[in-house]
């Protein structure tokens, strides 16, 4: 193991990511520094970029960088739908099955009363406003089917009870305890068409 401190910060840092251990970011690591020309100078800007760039969209939490998402900003997607998911990589999920042409809601999380999230620490009371404020006549929780993502669907509903607006929630296809963003493009197409009430 080497002891420059700047390829053990970068190691440790890679290894905080999703997927990668000590290990595995020791090879990444490995890697962008034998091939620096192509890989690793290249990472660097592109990190620098989207560092300065990425923000969340206003209006649905979706990343982009505009204040106003390419999805949101794009008329012809349907005004009427709105896919109301947990985080961004559930929306990227979703978009990448190229089924949905409607328009998304990213909630930042689900409901947990043992973390201490409630529906303020979500963008939920933002979702009831705009289905208050839009021609809104469906709303699709397309959240995990885990115990969390089904008590944030109910509290949804709920929320939505009094307005004239349909909710339904992803069908089969969805295993229990499965999360969108490790779905295959099938498995989502399927589950959106075959939504249910709530």
Request: proline share 4%; glycine share 8%; net charge negative.
């Amino acid at each position: 193991m080497s002891n420059n401190q700047d390829i053990n910060i970068l190691i440790a840092l890679m290894a905080k990511l999703p997927g990668l251990g000590p290990r595995s970011a020791r090879r990444a690591v490995l890697q962008l520094i034998k091939k620096r020309d192509i890989l690793l100078s290249p990472l660097s800007d592109a990190l620098f970029n989207v560092a300065q760039s990425a923000r969340e969209c206003i209006n649905c939490g979706n990343i982009d960088t505009t204040e106003i998402c390419e999805i949101c900003d794009t008329p012809k997607r349907k005004i009427g739908q709105i896919c109301v998911v947990e985080d961004v990589a559930d929306l990227w999920a979703m978009e990448r099955s190229n089924v949905f042409k409607g328009r998304y809601h990213v909630l930042g999380g689900n409901l947990s009363a043992l973390d201490g999230v409630g529906p303020e620490e979500l963008r939920i009371p933002h979702l009831v406003n705009r289905v208050k404020g839009e021609e809104v006549n469906e709303v699709i929780l397309a959240l995990n089917a885990t115990v969390d993502g089904q008590t944030t669907a109910h509290y949804i509903a709920d929320q939505l009870d009094d307005m004239d607006v349909a909710v339904t929630s992803l069908a089969q296809g969805v295993p229990i305890g499965g999360e969108l963003d490790y779905l295959d493009d099938g498995t989502i197409s399927a589950a959106l068409n075959a939504r249910k009430s709530v």
